[in-house]
């Protein structure tokens, strides 16, 4: 089983799919693995969950929006509206996969209406959006494998997670034309719901059947960190002001604090100064692989939540070119 949060979608699906909450009893549909809608269908309407489902993936939107055309007009290799399709029946299918793997005893939460940006913006700024979910997917879903109950529900996040890391290197090689390779490892985050509230953004007010639990659940936020935006291009030696939109912790005077840069498996502690909010990225991590996230933390590496006083912000990597179309600074 899986705790209620997870149900509340993989990151790189970001929201559910049906219209109201479902009962462990409904029927959720073709079987992933067993039939090939979640592999070969092309149609419009998302696969998931058979009959019930709205097209609420960004993916789906996507399929929904653009064509073929969309994306060789643009200068993308004319199978990309294929390949995004694709992903799109994946995502119906890890979906699937979710919704069988909370208890039958937890609402199974319905769908609510969703504004992603890329619908005004276009197929540029879809394909850097879906590579920044798949690469955020990648720390969500190991980190949910530290609340998971079930060693099989461990077993599902894993593949499943292998599976985003696949959309993630299609991407990086079709897309971007850059290399695919993020190193050793994908970066992990301890703390997996806080990824999830990222996804907050795109729901619409108002939207969510109100059977819904709160979302995400339990959400663990912390002040919200930024640089200048939601994420930052700030590389391995740079340094980095940080900003508080949704309000500064309460600094103490004569209390040091932290900026703690989290990599791969590794996590660097560096001096960070309230007055100004300037810190520096940790020079010694790879440059141009995958992501890094910083928080603010009153104790050396945050090692516990309470330490860990706001963030994460996500510091995009890989590609480098990925900024500069979603405009991060
Ligand atoms: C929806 O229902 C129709 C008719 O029952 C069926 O042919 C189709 O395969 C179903 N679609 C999905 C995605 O299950
Ligand atoms: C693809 O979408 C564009 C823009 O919406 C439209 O002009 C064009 O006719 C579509 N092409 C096909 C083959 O549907
Ligand atoms: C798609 O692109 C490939 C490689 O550039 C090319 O070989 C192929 O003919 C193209 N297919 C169509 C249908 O345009
Ligand atoms: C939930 O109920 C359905 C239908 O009774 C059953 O097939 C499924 O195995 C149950 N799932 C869980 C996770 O208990
Ligand atoms: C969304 O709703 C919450 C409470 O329901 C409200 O505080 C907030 O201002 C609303 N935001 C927008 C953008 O309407
Ligand atoms: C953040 O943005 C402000 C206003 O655009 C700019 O003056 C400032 O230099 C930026 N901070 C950094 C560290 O780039
Ligand atoms: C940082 O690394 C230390 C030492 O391995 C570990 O105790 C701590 O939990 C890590 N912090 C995060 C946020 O992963």
Known sequence: MLPISSCLASFALVTLATCAPL??????????????????YRGIVAPFPGNISGATLPTARATELFNASSFTAAGYPNNTYDRIVEIRDNEAGHLNIFYREISNTSIKPGRCEYEYGFESQGVDFFLAEQTFVELSSISFLSGLVIQAVEDTSRAALLVVAAVETRHTAWALTNVWNTNPFAGPADTA?????????????????????????????????????????????????????????????????????????????????????????VSEVSAAFDSNKGLIYAVIADKSGAPDLDSMLAGPLTLLQQPALLTTVIGGT
């Not at 009893?25 to 090939?36: A, R, V």
């Not at 994420?231 to 040091?256: L, M, N, R, V, Y």
Request: proline share 11%; aromatic share 14%; with cysteine.
């Open 23 to 40: 009962s462990g009893e409904q029927s959720l549909g073709p079987i992933p693995g067993q039939t090939p809608i979640y592999n070969d």
């Open 189 to 277: 985050y301890p703390w997996p719901n806080q990824i999830l509230g990222l996804t907050v953004q795109f729901i619409q007010n108002g939207s969510c059947p109100k059977e819904n639990p709160a979302y995400p659940y339990p959400s663990d936020q912390k002040a919200g960190l930024s640089f200048n935006g939601t994420f930052s291009t700030a590389h391995p030696g740079d340094k980095i002001q940080f900003e508080f939109p949704h309000g500064e912790p309460c600094f103490e005077e004569d209390k040091e604090y932290y900026a703690v840069f989290i990599h791969e498996l590794n996590n660097v502690t560096q001096a960070f100064d309230t007055k100004t909010g």
